[in-house]
């Protein structure tokens, strides 16, 4: 209680007191003695489930923090190496065969909490989901800046492929900087632009949709895709305005307004409004293992998207804000953000950024398994823009050392104010700002996104294995990869050939360069690179007498006489000749 009474005594001041502030008093939490072992929660895939990816992760999610103890996860005769994120620990797998049952097994005291409990095991048995062999075939046309495709624009592709297809038309996109603004007309569905490589593609255009002479967002963004059924893989979309400037206004890189739209391994980037999702009620999104960059309400809109696994870039030290929604109140699932990494340039503990705010209508917006390298204001949301959130929270979100991150302080209440004078206050809340692990378990990219037709976004992205390669003097030549429809052959970084084979011959300029092949998919995404290795054609060794066949070659490579003795080559095997 102040004294406004007593004299001053021994300071010309008339500050009466003194104040003190900003004082924090920091220290190591007490960890209380535990006797409990860590409890599964849930897993994915879930015991017994069908329809699993051949390519994917086990993740596990336990009651409380966990560490790893001794024993080893094992899948499918392998040992897989896993990942902790405070509750969470991932395993990932890959190479499994489709239409097949497989049990993964964790031994006792693999896992452990934070005093030295262990967990009890587990072993939980899949099926993978089924996938026919397709028919082999190249892509239906070639983008090529420097005229080695069919077109040397991206647009003129989209423009001559066929409208009202009901099988994906596949498009391949060859290195390099494609400008301007891009249309998909909404007649036209079924369209895969596959890129040669997110790094070396990108579509790039600087118009804005805020601020003087603004496009209207359809006109403005770099790429505007109208039509259902899309897949783009391997390529950034690029606003140069917000990525030059690293600064508002309204500067679109992608409006996605159909519905079934899946994206991966692709780059959104920008300042203000990066990513325009559906405006169309539940229409569905999907996108996987991407780079999405901004800083002011970068990714908004409406629609059930499902964001797996992406690098979410803050390029704004202070004040940004990720989502801006404006779900009606009859969608079904929102934005679910799963096992997401946010990250900003250079320390981005130096950087702080808001989850979201409210931009109209009840946006729903989750974050489950999040890592985030970046600060989160302990409120988590900004409370006021023009909506009222109708579900924003979050289950499990870590620091950038895999600690929980305290969410006690996560706000439920949320205002706008309806008149322009600020006089008339709505308000509103979140059902709540943290979710159970139980909740948390239902948000599957199945429940979200399957829908009345059983849409499979995670199949489009499912890359067939990379082929085995070997050169034999001219000529690539590998096995043929299970669910492949053609390969596709680089030097270096340029593309020189797109086969249905299982060889290639390499035309001789490119004799000494860094020869790669990868598998093409049904739907045109790509393998990882097969490197090819120098190869004499060597299969067995073996001592025999001398044939009269012809075709005989030294360990050089160099075709010899066949009176020629020693080890010698000969129809593929490498022969003692005496």
């Not at 996108?287 to 696994?309: C, H, P, R, T």
């Not at 803050?314 to 804000?321: A, D, L, Q």
């Not at 680089?490 to 490119?510: L, Q």
């Not at 490197?531 to 075709?551: C, F, Y």
Request: charged content about 20%.
């Amino acid at each position: 209680m102040p004294d406004y009474a007593s004299p001053l005594t021994g300071v010309e001041s008339v500050n009466d007191g003194t104040a003190v502030a900003e004082i924090f008093v920091l220290a190591d939490s007490n960890q209380a003695d535990d006797h409990e072992a860590p409890l599964l929660v849930t897993s994915i895939p879930a015991l017994n489930e069908e329809g699993v990816s051949a390519t994917g992760s086990v993740i596990l999610t336990f009651n409380e923090k966990v560490v790893l103890g001794e024993g080893n996860a094992v899948l499918d005769g392998e040992t897989l190496q896993p990942t902790v994120s405070g509750k969470t620990v991932v395993y990932p797998y890959s190479g499994l065969k489709y239409a097949q049952s497989y049990e993964f097994t964790l031994p006792a005291g693999a896992i452990i909490d934070r005093s030295g409990n262990a967990f009890e095991g587990v072993a939980i048995r899949f099926t993978t989901m089924a996938r026919k062999q397709p028919a082999a075939r190249l892509y239906d046309a070639v983008v090529a800046q420097d005229g080695t495709g069919d077109y040397t624009t991206v647009q003129a592709a989209i423009d001559a492929a066929p409208t009202g297809r009901t099988q994906p038309w596949l498009i391949f996109i060859k290195k390099g900087v494609y400008k301007g603004h891009h249309d998909i007309p909404a007649n036209k569905p079924f369209l895969y632009l596959i890129g040669q490589d997110r790094n070396l593609v990108s579509i790039s255009d600087n118009r804005l949709s805020g601020g003087d002479n603004a496009y209207k967002v359809n006109e403005g963004a770099t790429l505007t895709a109208n039509s259902d059924n899309l897949y783009f893989e391997g390529i950034n979309f690029v606003n140069s305005y917000g990525v030059e400037k690293n600064d508002g206004p309204q500067a679109l890189a992608l409006y996605t307004l159909g519905d079934r739209v899946a994206l991966n391994k692709v780059g959104l980037l920008s300042y203000q409004d990066t990513w325009l999702t559906t405006t169309k009620l539940n229409n569905r999104h999907y996108i996987k293992d991407s780079w999405i960059e901004g800083a002011v309400d970068f990714i908004y809109g409406q629609g059930n998207v499902y964001l797996d696994q992406d690098t979410i870039n803050i390029v704004r030290k202070s004040g940004g804000y990720i989502v801006a929604p404006n779900h009606p109140k009859e969608t079904t699932w929102g934005y679910v953000f799963m096992n997401n990494v946010i990250t900003a340039p250079g320390n981005p503990a130096e950087t702080d950024v808001w989850l979201g705010r409210p931009w109209h209508d009840t946006p729903i917006t989750l974050f489950i398994n999040t890592r985030s390298y970046v600060k989160i204001p302990a409120a988590g949301w900004y409370p006021t823009m023009g909506g009222l959130p109708k579900l924003w929270a979050e289950y499990n979100t870590m620091d950038g050392d895999g600690n929980p991150v305290d969410l006690s302080h996560r706000i439920t209440e949320y205002y706008y104010y309806a008149d322009g004078d600020k006089t008339q206050k709505v308000t509103g809340h979140s059902e709540k700002a943290v979710l159970s692990a139980e909740e948390a378990a239902c948000y599957t990219v199945k429940n979200v996104l399957s829908g009345s037709d059983g849409w499979q976004p995670t199949l489009l992205c499912e890359a067939c294995e990379a082929p085995v390669v070997k050169k034999i003097n001219a000529t690539l030549e590998w096995e043929k990869v299970p669910y492949a429809i053609s390969y596709v052959v680089t030097a270096g970084d340029e593309v020189i050939g797109f086969t249905e084979k299982t060889s290639f011959e390499v035309p001789a300029a490119y004799q000494d360069a860094v020869l790669r092949v990868q598998a093409v998919n049904e739907y045109g995404g790509l393998s990882a690179y097969g490197k090819a290795s120098l190869s004499t054609g060597i299969d067995e060794i073996a001592v025999q007498q001398r044939s009269d066949d012809k075709g005989w070659y030294n360990m050089m490579g160099m075709k010899v006489s066949a009176t020629s003795k020693g080890v010698l080559i000969h129809q593929h095997k490498k022969v003692i000749v005496k």
